[in-house]
């Protein structure tokens, strides 16, 4: 070996090494940060967890959302995977001069495959700088930062194949078909001696292994944190699919033996559990979820990407101040970043002004949490599958449980539910006179059903919209119309009925959503329900997916499910035709919360007559009406109404109906007409009433109080 190559040797080994020291050493200090939060539950369904990874990390799923960015994804992530063989093979070659991986006599088809893969990788690369920087993509950054990943790809590719270039030049080998790109590059230099293209080759060798583990120490402390904590968040994330709250322990005796006054919810960032952190640097910063947010749309201070991004970059400054790991390395080329100087003198002013900042208020704003209305779309956005509004429910757990602020009309609709079991505040007493408007129909309480010796099948929950709101009545009363028709034998509780509690937990409150869930569930068990039937996704998700946390069992429908099951059994018939197109709006907390999006077609499509047209924002992809996460009983005060925006989408594919499954959605829905002045020309109904139409006849125009 001649001294020159016994010196690169030498410079390769250090060079390498304190690359990968970096790289480990920055990815320490950031699980240490992560480990500052709360420890999370893991289940161990593996299975499923594996077969997210495949899905959504190699299956590209999510990203896929967006056809052209998701085309852009998946060549710069197979291609980067791929081509890390032609790196290894390049590094090779200048290790050991005209020499190569000894594949035989698959080499030359390895060496023309990586020079696909190369060109295939710098087509992406110009694709995503025209996204970004040429088409301006509002949720896409601009600026040197969001764009260095593009200078570090362009550089890695086009080194290795200039360097292969002037290898061919240096070894006299001659241009050839398997290394198209390269053999053009030798052209190029095809006046160089062998000393100069040998000084070439090294020059782009060098760039290439500086430019790789620069890549390499730059990735975990860069937004493209989520090459690493991305597969690691879709691998331990829980319950991703029905957006499940955690329950919060209320331990009475330990807070009264307490001196320090207790707080509920998050107030610091350390308060989030791992998971919830690990989603702070899983973040691709793609803006995909505030591209779809309805209250970021809708011209509110909200954008779910902002938050995550300011909770990520205050856990890394807090971080600092109590590991004392330098947040940016190599940490004397960083030495000027707040970070480093927290890191350097954790006991510090800056550190203790760190410390000192409030999460609400300082780092995200009240106005904020308080625009989410809870539907999930940036969940079903994100390609990391970051989970946003748990963490602004805990959050807003502590706005409402420790600091004791929400909106005042939010506040006095959880008052009225703790004292009258509605948000309204209308007597408990009067919950089951909605019956009353027409005593032909058979619709029995449990205490009646009781009396009579008779037993039934379902509970029917006619939740607080349908037993007070005059609008959502009809609906109640069109579902119970159904269920006699088809035989079905069912209860009500009446007068027992209390508020399920969505409202009240989505809200912050989460004390009196568990008073209210151990109350409910108490009546379940006396009366052995086995069956709950409603006509509110809301009701419907807590009761499937949240009770079963405080000891429910039981099967939980919502009335679509039901309707259809008794259309495909014959016992239901629709049979008059309703000559009108009907469009249908998704209730988040029907679809995205419970994947329920086929049965309200299933029975629209099989309506005589029904011209069923989508909306262009459907199933997974719809937008919320506006009404969830408790801001049904907010007023919305900046920007536009997201119900409006919702109610133009639907007008757009000129329907006679909009129909809905949701009397939340509905009555959203139908001020959003009004708004528009189309109430007169478009009718807006639940999938209930549209179905009772035909089989009984009924009118087309229902009344719409105002």
């Avoid at 035989?104 to 893969?117: A, D, K, L, N, R």
């Avoid at 600026?143 to 292969?164: E, H, Q, R």
């Avoid at 039937?533 to 679509?560: C, L, M, Q, R, S």
């Avoid at 989408?649 to 189309?678: F, H, R, W």
Wanted: glycine fraction near 8%.
């Amino acid at each position: 070996m001649d001294t020159l190559l016994l010196i690169n040797w030498l410079a390769f080994l250090g060079v390498t090494a304190y690359g990968i020291f970096l790289f480990v050493q920055v990815v320490r200090t950031r699980i240490a940060y992560i480990k500052m939060g709360k420890k999370a539950e893991f289940d161990q369904d593996m299975k499923q967890r594996v077969r997210d990874i495949l899905t959504f990390v190699f299956g590209q799923k999510k990203l896929l959302k967006d056809k052209k960015s998701g085309a852009i994804h998946v060549m710069m992530f197979y291609g980067f995977l791929l081509v890390q063989f032609g790196a290894i093979d390049f590094i090779w070659k200048g290790l050991a001069p005209d020499s190569h991986l000894p594949l035989g006599i698959f080499y030359p088809g390895f060496t023309f495959f990586q020079e696909i893969v190369t060109l295939t990788i710098l087509v992406a690369v110009v694709w995503a700088f025209y996204r970004r920087y040429i088409e301006k993509l509002v949720r896409l950054k601009r600026g040197f930062k969001a764009g260095l990943v593009l200078i570090f790809i362009a550089t890695l590719m086009l080194s290795v194949l200039m360097g292969n270039g002037a290898a061919i030049v240096w070894h006299g080998h001659g241009l050839t078909w398997t290394e198209p790109v390269a053999s053009m590059f030798a052209t190029a230099f095809g006046w160089m001696g062998p000393t100069a293209s040998a000084a070439l080759f090294y020059v782009m060798w060098w760039i290439h292994l500086f430019a790789l583990l620069s890549f390499l120490v730059y990735v975990p402390q860069s937004k493209h944190a989520h090459l690493l904590a991305g597969p690691a968040n879709v691998f331990l994330t829980k319950d991703k699919k029905h957006g499940k709250l955690k329950k919060i322990d209320f331990d009475i005796d330990e807070m009264e033996e307490s001196d320090e006054e207790p707080t509920f919810g998050v107030g610091k960032v350390e308060d989030l559990d791992q998971l919830q952190l690990l989603d702070l640097y899983a973040c691709v910063e793609c803006g995909r979820c505030t591209d779809v947010c309805p209250a970021s749309g809708s011209g509110k201070m909200l954008s779910p990407m902002d938050i995550i991004v300011k909770l990520r970059d205050h856990l890394t400054e807090k971080g600092a101040a109590v590991t004392g790991k330098s947040a940016w390395v190599p940490s004397y080329a960083f030495a000027g970043t707040q970070g480093n100087q927290i890191a350097a003198d954790p006991n510090g002013s800056l550190a203790e002004q760190v410390m000192e900042k409030d999460l609400i208020g300082d780092v995200v704003t009240e106005e904020e949490l308080w625009a989410c209305t809870t539907c999930r779309n940036c969940e079903d956005q994100c390609p990391v599958m970051n989970q946003h509004v748990d963490t602004i429910i805990d959050l807003r757990r502590y706005l409402v449980m420790t600091e004791g602020k929400m909106d005042p009309e939010a506040q006095r609709a959880m008052m009225n539910i703790e004292r009258q079991g509605n948000p309204w505040g209308l007597s408990k007493k009067d919950r089951e006179n909605w019956r009353e408007q027409d005593e032909t129909l058979r619709i029995p309480t449990v205490k009646e059903m009781k009396k009579e010796g008779e037993e039934f099948e379902y509970l029917f929950w006619v939740s607080s919209m349908g037993s007070y709101d005059n609008r959502s009545q009809k609906i109640a009363m069109a579902f119970a119309r159904l269920m006699n028709k088809a035989g079905v034998k069912f209860a009500i509780l009446g007068n027992k009925e209390r508020n399920s509690g969505d409202t009240a937990r989505r809200l912050g409150n989460e004390f009196l959503f568990q008073e209210l869930a151990e109350k409910n569930i108490k009546e379940f068990e006396k009366n052995e329900v086995k069956k709950i039937v409603t006509i509110d996704p809301h009701a419907y998700n807590i009761f499937k997916n949240e009770y079963p946390d405080f000891g429910f069992e039981g099967e939980v429908y919502h009335h679509t499910e039901l309707l259809a099951q008794l259309i495909e059994e014959g016992r239901l018939q629709p049979e008059q035709a309703i000559n009108e197109k009907i469009t249908f709006h998704d209730s988040c907390y029907l679809g995205r919360y419970n994947d329920v999006y086929n049965p309200p077609r299933k029975i629209l499509e099989s309506i005589p007559g029904v011209q069923y047209v989508e909306i262009e924002r459907n199933k997974e992809n719809g937008m919320c009406c506006g009404a969830g996460g408790g801001m049904m009983w907010s007023e919305e005060t900046t920007g536009n109404r997201i119900n409006v925006a919702r109610t133009e989408q639907a007008l757009e594919v000129t329907p006679n109906t909009i129909s809905s499954a949701c009397p939340y959605c509905l009555t959203m829905l139908t001020d959003g007409t009004k708004a528009k002045e189309v109430e007169d020309d478009v009718t807006t109904q639940d999938v209930a009433e549209v179905l009772e139409r035909s089989i009984f006849g009924e009118p087309a125009k229902v009344d719409q109080p105002a």
